[in-house]
């Protein structure tokens, strides 16, 4: 997948409005199916959340893909 700029923003402007997110500080979260159109949107949120507000989250994702 190729991320646009404008990607990039939304995936920004969704991180500030993610209710109830230091709670996830310090968590271990699993996902499946991170390859598929919703699980691949939500692990670029929590990736850029870990990342941009160093919530220190252990992120393991699954998902089938021969690529």
Known sequence: MRYTV???NSI???IKNVPNRD???GKSI????ATGLIGS???DVLL???Q???YDMKL????????
């Open 6 to 8: 404008g990607y990039f």
């Open 12 to 14: 920004m402007e969704v």
């Open 23 to 25: 709670s996830l500080k």
């Open 30 to 33: 699993l996902i499946t199916g």
């Open 41 to 43: 949107a939500v692990c």
């Open 48 to 50: 850029a959340l870990n």
């Open 52 to 54: 941009e507000e160093f």
């Open 60 to 67: 393991l994702f699954a998902g089938r893909d021969k690529e």
